[in-house]
């Protein structure tokens, strides 16, 4: 087993081509659109603690696991996130030059030239994704 950071598509190829069996974890949101699809077709059956196992096409597997208390504490991530961007946009402190894509900036987008505001459809998408992780197995 290894940390998320040793996932990529060039050390898994070498894992695969020297023989070796690996579980990595890794953000399913880096999965292709058709992949994502899949997900979210079987996560929609999981019930808390429940897991399944989606076969990818290039023979790997994905192991998708469901937890309400993670989903809990990622709308709550979201939520403080997202009070903390209202605050600096109210105040003016959120600025075109402080804006990247980390953290909840990413609900962000530019209303004009130097109009910031939150972007509720990309909240939406986000939600989705609560308490769902993956394994690449």
């Given amino acids: 087993m290894a940390d998320s950071g040793l996932l990529s598509k060039e050390?898994?190829?070498?894992?695969?081509?020297?023989?070796?069996?690996?579980?990595?974890?890794?953000?399913?949101?880096?999965?292709?659109?058709?992949?994502?699809?899949?997900?979210?077709?079987?996560?929609?059956?999981?019930?808390?603690?429940?897991?399944?196992?989606?076969?990818?096409?290039?023979?790997?597997?994905?192991?998708?696991?469901?937890?309400?208390?993670?989903?809990?504490?990622?709308?709550?991530n979201r939520d403080k996130g997202i009070s903390r961007l209202n605050a600096q946009i109210s105040t003016g402190r959120l600025t075109k030059s402080s804006l990247n894509k980390r953290g909840y900036n990413k609900f962000l987008t530019m209303k004009g030239e130097l109009l910031v505001d939150l972007d509720p459809q990309k909240i939406e998408q986000d939600k989705a994704w609560d308490g769902l992780k993956r394994i690449l197995h």
């Fill in 11 to 76: 050390n898994t190829k070498l894992l695969i081509a020297y023989g070796y069996e690996f579980i990595l974890g890794a953000r399913i949101k880096n999965e292709s659109r058709a992949v994502q699809e899949q997900i979210f077709r079987v996560a929609a059956t999981l019930k808390d603690k429940e897991s399944t196992v989606i076969e990818k096409s290039d023979g790997n597997r994905l192991v998708i696991d469901y937890s309400e208390k993670r989903a809990k504490k990622d709308a709550s």
